[in-house]
Structure formats: C-alpha cells, structure tokens
C-alpha cells in the first residue's frame, strides 16, 4: 500500500475502530475507502473512523466519507469521526458542514462510549 | 729500366701506380717491337703500330697518369731507328701525345670501354683512331723529313702509312686489349661455347693463311667469319679475330706474300690499309649493334619479367586485400555468358577457388528467395539501360554450401559498348555478416545503456542534482554501476546507487533489473530498509550468483532527514556547509543476496541546508596498489568544500580520482537540497500522483516564507483543492500541464494555478465544495478562464503579524 495513508482496523464488540493515519487526497481517497471497507468486516453495527493521526484532508477526503455514510447507511449501520480539536482538517470538514451530517467527535473515548443511535434521516 | 727513378713518389699508392707505369712501358715497347716487324718504310714506318692501341687501352684503363710508361717505351723504341737523340724524342712525344688527346677525347664523347653501343664504335673509329693518330703521324714524318731520314717528297704517302699504321692499331689492338681487360661477366659459359669460340679462331686462321697463299680474292672469305664472331661472341669474338686477320694481313704485306707479291708500296698499303679498315670497321660495327641489340633485347626481356612480377604481386596483394576486407570482385562478359570470379568470390560464397561453375544461375541459387528476386530484377533493369551506370548497393543473404548464412552487400557496374548494348558487368561483394552482427550487438548495447541509466535526473523543486557516468577503460564497456533518483509518491525523493560485480550484458542486465524492481519497490514501500529487503529477496532467488552492493535513500526535503539502508556499498559522503567532508558509514550491512538478517538495518542522518551528500561506487575510490582506505582518505580530501556548482563538483571529483585506464567503471551521484527562494515555478502533468509531491514543495516553501502553521496549513488546503479542481475537470480524459507559480510580497503569498483546460467549478453532490472552500481559506480568489485555460490566482497574508 501507498506510504500516503495507512489504514489500521480493530474490532470492539459491535465497533469497529478504524485508525487512518497520513494524508487522504484525490490519489489515495479511492484506495482508502475500500482498506475501510475490507478493514470493517461483516458483523460490526457501528464503525468509528479516527481522524487523529491524519494530516491532510481537502475535499476528496470529504466526498469520500459521504460516501462511506452513504453506503453504511443503506445497510443500516452508523458511522462516526473522531476529529481533535485544533486537527488541521477540522477546518475543512467544519467547512463543509460535514458535523452535521457525520456524527464527530473530538476525543476517541467519547465515540467509543456513545450508545448506538439512529442515522440522520437525510443527508445535506 | 729508368722509370722507377721518375716515379713521383708523393702520389698515394705510388708503388701500384710504378707498377701500373712498368706494366705499360713493357707493353708498349714489345707490341712495338712485334709491329716493327711489319714495317713496310724504312724500319720505322709500320702498316700497324699495335703500341698505339696498347697505350690508348693504358690511358682509358689506368688513367691519363701513366704516360711516362708510354712516352719511356716510345722514346726507347725510336732511339735505335732513329738518326739521333733529338728525332727520337720527337718521335715519342708524338707517339705519347697522340694516344693521350685518344683517350682525353674519348672520355669527353662518353665512351664505353665495352664498345657495347654503336656510338662507341663510332667514337674508337673517328676520335680514338682516325682523328687522334693523325697527331703521331705528323709528328712522327715530320721528324722524319726534318732529320733527313725521309726525302720531303716522300712525306704524304709516308704520312699516310704513319697515320693508317697508327689508326690501326688504335682499331685492332685496342678492342682486342680491352676485351681482354673486361671482367669477365658471365662465369660458366657452357663448355660448346668455348668450342665453338675455338673452332672459330682455328677456321679464321685457316682461311686467313690459306687465302692469303692461294687466292687473295679469298680473302674476302674472312668477312662472314668475323661476322660470325661478332654475331655469337660480340667485341670478346670480334676483336681477337679481327686482331687476327689483320696480323696475318699485314705480315703478309710486309713479307710481300699473296696478294702483296707485286705493286708498289703505296699500292700495297693502300690494299692492306683498305682491308684492314674494313675488316676492323667490320667487326666493330657489327660486334657493337649486335651488342646494341642484346642489350635491348635483355632489358627488354628485364622489363617484361619485372612487369610480370610486378602483375604477379599485385594481383596476391589484391588477393591479400580482398581476403582481409572480405571483399570479391567478379567480372561478367555478357555476349560470351562467361563469368568470372577472384578468390575471394570463392570463399565467400563457401568454395574452393576456382573450382565452381559460376554462371548467373549458380549464383543467384545461393541467395535467399526474396533477395534473389531484388537481384533478378536489378540485373534486368540495368541490362535494359543502354548506358554506363552503377547499380543501386544491395545487402542480401546467401546460404554457403555447409548451411552457414553470410550477409553480403553488393555493388555493381555495367558497361556498354559503342551500340550501347551491354557489354560486361563488374562488381564487387563484401561479407559484412560480422560487421552486421557487431551492429546489432552495439545497439543492443546502447539500448540496454540507456535503459539503465536514467537519461535525464528528474527536476526536484529544491533539490540540486548531477551526475556521471565512467565505462570502464576507452572501450565503453557496458558496466554493472548505475544510480537513480525516483521521486517518491510521499514527495520525498528515493536515491539510490549501486554496483553489480562484472562487466558486459550480463552485469549490465542484471543492473537493469534491479533498478527497475528498486523503483517498483520504491513506490510501494516508504521504508529504505524494506525496499532493500526485498531486493535481497530478489536477488536471492532470482540472481544467484551475483554480487551486488547498494545504497537506498529515502530524503525528506522538507525535514532534510535522510533514511537509508546500506546493503555492502561503501559509504556516502556528505560535505557539509563549511566544506568539511565526513562518510555516513552507520548502518552498513552486507551485499544482496547474502541471507543476512543484519541487512535490514536501517539508519538516518539529516542534512542540514548547504550540504551536498555524495554516492558513488567504488570504482571511484579503488586505484590499482592502493587500499581502500586511502581511497576513501583521497575522496574526501578531494571533496572539501564541495563549490557551488554541483556539475563542476563532479567533474573535479573525477578528474582528480579516476585514471584514464580505470579498470572499473565509476558512477557518481551528487546532491544538494537548495532553497525554493525566489519565484518557483513548478510545472508538473495534472495527475493525482503529483498532489502529494507537490504539497511537499509548498510546505517547504511556506517554511522558507516564514508562513504561520495554521497560514501554511489553510494555503495548502486552498491549493490542494485548486489543483485537485483541475486534475478532475480541466482536460478530460486527455493529459495536460499543470503549473504552479509561487511569490512572496509583503508577508503576502501568491500563488498562482494555471492550466490550459477549461473548467468551472463543480456542482456534484458530493463536490461543490472545491471553489467556495477556496474562497473561505484565502483573502482573495480570482479566477480567469478562457480558451487558452485558467487561471486561478489566490493570495494570503502569510505572517501573523499581519493576519486579520
């Protein structure tokens, strides 16, 4: 795999925690998304994505956890981000307004303990 | 005698040159005695005077110098038949005179003693003879009359008896005693040819003898006799025989014998002198034109058989010639069908010369069936062209009658005659098989050469590159070393160098093949320690039995921090700031391909700004009776402060460690990061790949400006999304350029984005964020399209001072 980002998956229960580490851009989003999605497996009910070792994110990093909300949803599974305060994608993604579609959180602790709960209804 | 006294002894070789006078007055004075007895005057008057001939022949052989040999002879002949001191003085300083104006003469006219040319005959004739001896004769009757032994009305015919008697043996003696004189030239005459020399003699003698006796018109008998020697034996035949017949002639005349029997003296001298000067022309002029025409006739045949060498060697020198150049000729006569070929045709098409039936057909059948029918149809062409003109060179290829296949390159000529109908063709075929096979094997070479050395360094923003590359010896031998750069998808930059032990394709295959899996690895593993792993791996595996020594690594421009793996290779260099140069020599562990686990070891260094990092191999530092050590020791010195020019640097490196006859081939591979200051320019293709390369550079330079962390962070958002904009939309499915300029004013960074595509911001459901996003992170956008592309230039106080 590309040395751009590396994709870490772990199983907690009914979570899966999925650590993304380096930078996502237009060349690797594809190739991240799909580490995501084999890193997920089948059982878990809730995926937990943690931003806190990314470096870079634009767009193409946005569109591509649309997407993965998107395809979670259809099958009926809920995803958060855990993004720290003071990240330097914090910008983009409080930009795009993406907080209000994608539950996010600021520490990996809190996401973790959070209860399952419906999908937003609707995306932006 | 009184000679020795007046030798002049301070002469060099004084006692040969008494010798030589002794050895003439002696002759002198027996050949006059001898003549006398011939006289038909008085006692001193002779019908020949042999001396004269004798002291011509001293003069012309032993030299002007001897005269006082002549003169002593003459002066003692003459004192007895003389009336006193007086006359005989006289009388021999015309007899010495005469002879010596002979021979002065006759060295002026060029004359041959070997009477060989007709003009020498001439000249003994007329000069030697007949001019000169009339100086004797008048001293010689003048005297005479002078001293009352001879009545004054007496003086003509006296005169001319003198004068004949001279002039005769001028003709008769002389020839005979040079004949004698000559080298005899050619040793072993056949035995016949001394009989017949003999028989020849014994017969003149005999008619001589008998003529004389019987019947005077039989006299004339001797004419074919002195013919026949002249003829078979020249001046050596003619001369004896001629001196023979005159003898007997004149001893006749003088015994009153024969045709003398009657008649006055002047009668009978007339006839005796008639005789003899047509027996002496006779012999002479004959002697000397046969001779004339023998000569002629041997240089002839000198000239010939030296011409006929002279074709012998040539044609084995073109034999020779074409045997080395692999080049035959052959020849066609085409209204006679006939073919002919040089050797070298022969071996070159697989034959004993000479010994094939070559006709067109024969010919043609060797060659290949698709280039037979280029010759059949050239051959038809030029046959039908009704004119002198070359046929276009043709390569073609013939099977030999072993099976071997030889690539030929033909040329050829016809020539027509006066009805411009073709007369013969000439041509030429050279063997150029090796000469084609040499080619071949060079540009395989070449390409493998270019393969394995990049053709260009990449351009690296920040990063100042050289390189170079020494075959080994003069015979640019492909070697074993290369080196690479490969920008990294991280934007770090991968530097690599390496050696494969040996020379040739082998070497320099293998190094093709680990360069190109060093660059496979590179881009997929951001470890150096993992890529040279798994390049042991490959060598293990796949290359057994190769030595190869590698260094790999990984620069963070940014940073400046070096990772990098060392599998055996001796160490880089780095001249830092102040010029001090030291070798990274940690992390060394052992060659490829060994199986050891040591070799993953990976270490890292940093290079601080100003420093230039050198990898070379060892070809560089290894110099025949010199240890490795001292090699290093010689690098570094020689790479204190390494310049500002990069490319000069190497060159200094090179000139100062590498001999002319270096045995092993040196690659070397100089680096320097250098600031982005200025105005960069980045022009890069519109790809994903370039994203993460380029935010490298701008981070960089953001550094280098001074740019706040969050500043930095929001400008290489803005760009990111800019040129993520126009790697999607500006050219399709088509390539493009993508240029990036970047400036800094006033603590305000610029940059500017141009494409020469055509896109608007996107509306998709998931993009649409691109532009407004842009706009939100920068204090200013403006964006301009047009046909030719756009533009999109943003600016951002950089510095916090100034932020809003």
Not at chain 2, 479 to 494: F, I, K, N, Q, R
């Amino acid at each position: 795999m590309s040395d751009l980002a590396r994709v870490e998956g772990e199983q907690r229960g009914t979570i899966c925690l999925v650590r993304v580490h380096g930078e996502i851009d237009l060349s690797n989003a594809h190739e991240v998304s799909s580490e995501i999605g084999v890193a997920m497996g089948q059982e878990a009910r809730r995926l937990v994505v943690d931003l806190s070792d990314i470096t870079y994110l634009d767009s193409a990093g946005v569109a591509l956890l649309l997407r993965l909300a998107e395809r979670l949803r259809s099958r009926r599974r809920q995803l958060q981000l855990v993004v720290p305060r003071g990240s330097p994608v914090r910008r983009v993604l409080d930009f795009t307004g993406l907080p209000r579609v994608i539950p996010l959180e600021s520490r990996l602790e809190d996401a973790l303990a959070q209860r399952d709960h419906a999908p937003p209804d609707e995306l932006p | 005698m009184a000679t020795r006294e007046r030798t002049p002894r301070k002469r060099p070789g004084g006692w040969s040159y008494a010798a030589g006078v002794l050895l003439v007055a002696v002759a002198y004075y027996t050949a006059a005695k001898l003549g006398l007895r011939l006289a038909l005057v008085g006692r001193n008057i002779t019908p020949i005077w042999p001396p004269t001939g004798i002291a011509v022949v001293a003069f012309l052989v032993l030299g002007r110098r001897v005269w006082p040999g002549v003169a002593l002879a003459a002066f003692a002949v003459n004192l007895p038949i003389s009336t006193g001191v007086l006359p005989a003085t006289a009388t021999a300083a015309g007899n010495t005179i005469a002879p010596l104006v002979a021979a002065t003469l006759l060295a002026k006219v060029g004359f041959r003693r070997e009477i060989d040319r007709l003009r020498d005959a001439t000249a003994i004739v007329f000069v030697g003879a007949l001019l000169s001896m009339s100086i004797s004769a008048s001293v010689g009757t003048g005297v005479l009359v002078a001293s009352g032994a001879l009545p004054a009305d007496e003086l003509p015919g006296s005169w001319a008896v003198w004068w004949a008697g001279d002039a005769m043996g001028v003709l008769v003696v002389a020839p005979f005693v040079l004949s004698l004189v000559r080298p005899w030239r050619r040793p072993g005459r056949p035995r016949w040819r001394h009989l017949e020399a003999a028989a020849l003699f014994v017969l003149t003698a005999t008619v001589c003898l008998v003529a004389i006796d019987a019947d005077p018109n039989l006299m004339f008998l001797v004419i074919p006799l002195l013919g026949w020697a002249a003829w078979r034996f020249q001046q050596r035949g003619a001369a004896p025989a001629a001196l023979l017949v005159v003898v007997v002639a004149s001893w006749a005349a003088a015994k009153g014998v024969g045709p003398f029997r009657a008649g006055t003296m002047l009668e009978k001298m007339l006839i005796l002198q008639a005789f003899n000067a047509t027996v002496a022309f006779c012999s002479f002029f004959f002697a000397a034109v046969v001779t004339e025409r023998m000569q002629a006739h041997r240089a002839l045949e000198r000239s010939a058989a030296g011409l006929e060498a002279r074709v012998r060697q040539r044609t084995s020198q073109l034999s020779e010639a074409q045997q080395i150049a692999h080049i035959g000729s052959w020849e066609w006569l085409i209204p006679q069908q006939r073919i002919s070929w040089s050797d070298e045709m022969y071996r070159i098409h697989g034959h004993v010369p000479q010994e094939f039936p070559v006709t067109f057909e024969t010919t043609v059948d060797q060659v290949h069936a698709e280039d037979a029918a280029r010759i059949r149809s050239n051959t038809e062409a030029a046959l039908q062209r009704a004119d002198d003109h070359d046929l276009p060179s043709i390569e073609y290829r013939i099977t030999r009658p072993d099976g071997a296949e030889r690539v030929l390159l033909g040329t050829a000529k016809v020539c027509v005659g006066p009805d411009r109908e073709p007369l013969r063709m000439v041509g030429t075929v050279q063997d150029v098989t090796e000469a084609r096979k040499a080619e071949r094997e060079h540009r395989i070479a070449e390409t493998l050469q270019r393969g394995l050395l990049p053709d260009r360094l990449p351009e690296v923003p920040g990063l100042a590159l050289a390189a170079r590359y020494v075959p080994a010896g003069a015979d640019m031998a492909v070697g074993g070393d290369w080196y690479d750069v490969v920008e990294l998808p991280s934007g770090h930059v991968g530097l690599a160098i390496g050696d494969v032990a040996g020379h040739g394709p082998r070497a320099a295959s293998t190094m093709g093949q680990l360069r190109m899996a060093l660059r496979a690895y590179a881009l997929e593993e951001p470890s150096p320690a993992d890529v040279v792993g798994r390049l042991d791996r490959l060598v293990s595996r796949l290359l057994e039995s190769e030595i190869v020594t590698l260094v790999y690594l990984v620069l963070d421009l940014d940073s400046g921090v070096v990772q990098f793996a060392n599998a055996g290779h001796p160490p880089p260099l780095v001249v830092g700031p102040g010029g001090q140069a030291s070798f990274v020599d940690q992390g060394l562990g052992s060659p490829l391909g060994c199986d050891d686990p040591g070799l993953t070891a990976e270490a890292s260094f940093r290079l601080v700004p100003g420093s230039t990092l050198l990898l070379y191999t060892d070809g560089l530092v290894e110099r025949r009776g010199v240890s490795i050590d001292e090699g290093l020791e010689r690098l570094a010195t020689a790479a204190t402060d390494g310049g500002q020019d990069l490319e000069a640097f190497c060159q200094r490196l090179l000139c100062s460690m590498v001999e002319d006859d270096t045995a092993d081939d040196v690659a070397l591979l100089a680096i320097r990061p250098v600031p982005l200051t200025g105005r960069p320019l980045l022009r890069v293709p519109a790809e994903p790949r370039v994203l993460a390369p380029l935010r490298q550079t701008l981070r960089r330079w953001l550094r280098e400006s001074d740019a706040d962390a969050h500043v930095a962070n929001d400008i290489l958002l803005a760009c990111g999304e800019v040129c993520t904009n126009v790697i999607q939309h500006a050219y399709g499915a088509k390539e493009g350029p993508l240029e990036i300029s970047l400036d800094v004013h006033d603590g305000t960074a610029e940059v500017t984005i141009r494409d020469q595509g055509c896109w608007r911001p996107s509306s998709g459901v998931h993009g649409g964020y691109g532009l407004p996003l842009v706009q939100e992170l920068m204090e200013s956008v403006e964006l301009t399209g047009g046909p030719d592309g756009t533009v999109v230039r943003m600016r951002r106080r950089a510095s916090s001072g100034s932020e809003r």
